[in-house]
């Protein structure tokens, strides 16, 4: 009985050995804290002030200043071109030469009637001169000098039709030299040397149009017209033509019509500016974007347009704080323009953004800069 108890006593110590053990074993092995997560990188940027263009949106189409159909103003043979197609060419200059012959001939019949009602004229002047003296001494009638008298003015009458005569018959030898009436640019030519042309042709010669100025014609919602009107009436405000992706600046101009009425069917206002064109980056027929600047608003908060987030509640972005934390903000935006956007409201010039990289963040997430954006756009 006595060794049976020893043994009950040695199995209790020997459990109670290994119950401590576990409970020492336990508590080394208590699960510790979890490491953060790793930062995540960005693109960061700064919050700029600077002054921004406030303009309206339109859509509009370039218009040549000026687009004439060359005509023939004489019948006749074309016997010469005196231009290639898509030549810039000045007002003046030559174009088609339709044969002269005809015309010159024209002027020297008129030219030589011209020269002999003058030598009758100088004759029947002398018969009048003479006809007045006997008149006043008796030897000649009233009848007589009275149609002496006719005779010299019907013939200075016929020297003022010859004149005439020749002067329509110089203006058809000067038509026969076809020339531009304006400066700019042909296009195809319509009629080859050889074909007759006539004046009352209804198919014209060739097209010139006038590139420098030119004008581009474009609408912008009617709400603006009061804003348009109260500026431009101070100074025409600058208008400015870019492509049709938005991305380059073709040309800077100036408004120059406003028109008298609102289209009723699309609620919009016609508009047209005039631009120099002095690169000939506008070209009629052309679809462009057109911004018409209001005002400048000065130091205005500005960051680049891809820091611009999208959500359920609007517009926001990431901030990040002094500890490398990001804060989801809220903003309201005005204007994105050349890939920079105007903050309204909910930012500061000289914050740090979140430029790239926003889509692995959350709020609170830590975040490590790897490259810092240049610039606002």
Not at 107 to 112: P, V
Not at 164 to 185: C, K, T, V
Not at 195 to 210: E, F, M, P, S
């Amino acid at each position: 009985m006595r060794k049976l108890l020893i043994a009950a006593a040695g199995l209790i110590l020997v459990g109670l050995g290994v119950w401590i053990s576990h409970s020492h074993s336990g508590v080394q092995a208590a699960p510790q804290t979890p490491a953060p997560p790793p930062a995540v990188p960005v693109t960061a940027g700064v919050a700029e002030a600077r002054d921004m263009p406030v303009f309206v949106r339109g859509i509009g189409s370039v218009q040549a200043f000026n687009t004439v159909t060359v005509k023939s103003r004489v019948d006749g043979q074309i016997v010469k071109v005196d231009f290639t197609e898509g030549q810039e060419v000045k007002a003046g200059d030559l174009l088609f030469e339709i044969d002269p012959r005809p015309f010159q001939a024209a002027l020297a019949q008129a030219t030589a009637a011209k020269q002999k009602d003058e030598a009758q004229l100088v004759s029947a002047s002398a018969d009048l001169g003479r006809t007045t003296q006997l008149l006043g001494n008796g030897f000649q009638t009233r009848q007589t000098f009275d149609q002496q008298k006719a005779a010299v003015g019907q013939l200075q009458a016929a020297i003022k039709q010859d004149e005439a005569q020749i002067e329509a018959a110089q203006l058809n030898l000067d038509y026969a030299s076809i020339r531009s009436p304006i400066d700019g640019r042909t296009g195809a030519r319509l009629v080859d040397v050889g074909n007759i042309v006539h004046a009352t042709d209804n198919t014209g010669l060739l097209t010139i149009t006038q590139l420098r100025p030119i004008f581009v014609s474009f609408t912008v919602p009617q709400q603006q017209i009061d804003a348009i009107r109260e500026r431009q009436s101070a100074s025409p405000l600058e208008t400015r033509a870019y492509t049709q992706d938005d991305q380059k600046e073709l040309s800077v101009g100036k408004l120059t019509l406003i028109d008298n009425q609102i289209d009723s069917a699309t609620g919009t206002l016609h508009l047209k500016a005039q631009f120099d064109n002095t690169d000939a980056a506008l070209w009629p027929g052309e679809f462009v974007n057109v911004r018409l600047v209001l005002s400048t608003e000065k130091n205005a908060v500005t960051v680049p347009a891809r820091a611009v987030q999208q959500g359920p509640d609007g517009s926001y972005l990431f901030t990040i704080k002094p500890d490398d934390t990001v804060e989801m903000r809220k903003i309201e935006v005005s204007q994105t323009d050349q890939g920079v956007s105007v903050i309204k409201k909910g930012l500061s010039a000289g914050e740090r953004i979140v430029v790239d990289g926003q889509f692995r963040l959350d709020q609170g997430t830590k975040v490590a800069v790897q490259t810092a954006a240049k610039g606002g756009g």
